[in-house]
């Protein structure tokens, strides 16, 4: 069982809107990661936080944003929320050695209608 | 740059029978590979790695996978498959950023197994 948690569960937002998703880490981990993942498909990179600073992104716009906290928490941000912005929402909290294990969890259902 | 190929998008099989999810990669530097599986509705969970040393890899559930370096290929393989064992599974390689912390995983579209009675 992994100590990460993410919130809320399920989510249905309207075009346009803005949504915040949250993770709470694994105790211990320094690093966030989230991912999106489209039905059918495998999860896809969105942003990696270490120590409070964004350590690495993938190939998404700008109205996806995010923040880590003191306590290694995390959000994350999408602004003006598009159709395709419909997916699960992958938390993962690691350490920054390579050799250490990402815990994921249980993720955020975003339906955008 | 790095990618993960997953050959099967959909592999059916009976209940204790032998099952092979099949994963090929690319990269340039060094490889470090992941297995994991997705039940419904809930998150990802590590079935096994490969970091380096021995190229067979044991992971839970009585899963195994053999990394090869000349096939560029990270096969999972389990002799005997439960009903329990539907599921999802991706295959991943992790980025290694310069100074060999951790990057983020590459993941592959994944590999429904759905076993039957």
């Known amino acids: 069982e992994t100590g990460v948690t993410q919130s809320p569960t399920h989510l249905i937002k309207t075009r346009g809107q803005q949504v915040t998703l949250r993770c709470s880490s694994q105790s211990g981990h320094n690093t966030v990661s989230w991912y999106q993942q489209a039905l059918g498909q495998g999860p896809q990179f969105i942003f990696q936080?270490?120590?409070?600073?964004?350590?690495g992104r993938g190939n998404f716009p700008p109205r996806f944003s995010g923040l880590q906290f003191p306590n290694y928490s995390s959000e994350l941000n999408v602004n003006a929320l598009e159709l395709d912005d419909s997916a699960l929402y992958l938390c993962?909290?690691?350490?920054?050695?390579?050799?250490?294990?990402?815990?994921f969890g249980q993720g955020t259902r975003l339906t955008v209608v | 740059a790095q990618s993960v190929t997953q050959l099967d998008s959909q592999v059916p099989v009976f209940e204790e029978a032998p099952v092979e999810l099949r994963c090929n990669y690319s990269?340039?530097?060094?490889?470090?590979l992941f297995w994991y599986v997705q039940y419904p509705n809930q998150g990802l969970q590590l079935l096994l790695k490969?970091?380096?040393?021995?190229?067979l890899v044991k992971g839970i559930n009585g899963f195994e996978a053999e990394f090869n370096k000349s096939q560029t290929s990270f096969h999972l393989r389990k002799p005997s498959v439960h009903i329990s064992d539907t599921a999802e599974y991706f295959c991943a390689v992790i980025t290694v950023n310069y100074g060999g912390s951790q990057g983020n995983l590459i993941f592959g579209k994944g590999t429904k197994l759905s076993v039957k009675p």
């Open positions: 936080y270490y120590r409070e600073e964004e350590n």
């Open positions: 993962a909290s690691s350490l920054m050695t390579v050799n250490t294990e990402a815990f």
């Open positions: 490969y970091l380096s040393g021995s190229t």
């Open positions: 990269s340039s530097v060094s490889v470090y």
